[in-house]
């Protein structure tokens, strides 16, 4: 069990949510979203409900495509399916865990409004064409990892806590 209560680990995952999205607002100006996301995440999401599903996708399998590019008899690339959770792409530093999970950065899930899945679609591409853009550069890169571990600590510490407070019920 962790030495922080559930509340203490609430409170630091909102802290650390808004100073990254502040990170990410001086990283990439140009993004009016993120400054829309650090408004709603301060005053309106409910940082309880918001771990929950955060946690629940964090450490959830997904399949994603795994390409190698091996010369074999004139093939350059191959396709398998794996399944990993994006907890272990963000220890492992994966990129798939920013260009193939959507639903976590966004928190949005497919939509049957047309409209609101074109925007999340949009969304989906800006942030993909950002990740692989040259102009993100290195270090910031390497910085939005460190985040995200930080978030990904956080959220095995709530995850923890949550499962040890359920044997007393």
């Given at each position: 069990?962790?030495?922080?209560?559930?509340?203490?680990?609430?409170?630091?995952?909102?802290?650390?949510?808004?100073?990254?999205?502040?990170?990410?607002?001086?990283?990439?100006?140009?993004?009016?979203?993120?400054?829309?996301?650090?408004?709603?995440?301060?005053?309106?999401?409910?940082?309880?409900?918001?771990m929950?599903?955060?946690?629940?996708?964090?450490?959830?399998?997904?399949?994603?495509?795994?390409?190698?590019?091996?010369?074999?008899?004139?093939?350059?690339?191959?396709?398998?399916?794996?399944?990993?959770?994006?907890?272990?792409?963000?220890?492992?530093?994966?990129?798939?865990?920013?260009?193939?999970?959507?639903?976590i950065?966004?928190?949005?899930?497919?939509?049957?409004?047309?409209?609101?899945?074109?925007?999340?679609?949009?969304?989906?591409?800006?942030?993909?064409?950002?990740?692989?853009?040259?102009?993100?550069?290195?270090?910031?890169?390497?910085?939005?990892?460190?985040?995200?571990?930080?978030?990904?600590?956080?959220a095995?510490?709530?995850?923890?806590?949550?499962?040890?407070?359920?044997?007393?019920?």
């Open positions: 069990m962790s030495i922080l209560t559930t509340f203490e680990i609430l409170e630091l995952y909102k802290k650390t949510i808004l100073n990254f999205l502040d990170d990410l607002i001086q990283i990439l100006p140009e993004e009016a979203d993120l400054i829309m996301l650090r408004i709603l995440f301060e005053n309106q999401i409910p940082v309880d409900e918001s929950k599903k955060f946690s629940k996708r964090l450490f959830t399998k997904i399949k994603v495509k795994e390409i190698s590019s091996k010369r074999l008899f004139g093939k350059t690339k191959t396709e398998n399916e794996m399944e990993i959770s994006p907890a272990d792409m963000i220890r492992e530093k994966n990129d798939k865990f920013f260009l193939e999970n959507s639903d950065i966004f928190g949005e899930e497919k939509n049957d409004d047309k409209d609101k899945e074109t925007r999340r679609k949009e969304k989906i591409t800006r942030w993909k064409n950002i990740w692989e853009s040259k102009s993100l550069g290195n270090d910031n890169k390497e910085s939005i990892w460190k985040w995200t571990s930080v978030l990904l600590k956080l095995e510490m709530y995850v923890k806590n949550e499962a040890y407070q359920l044997q007393f019920i």
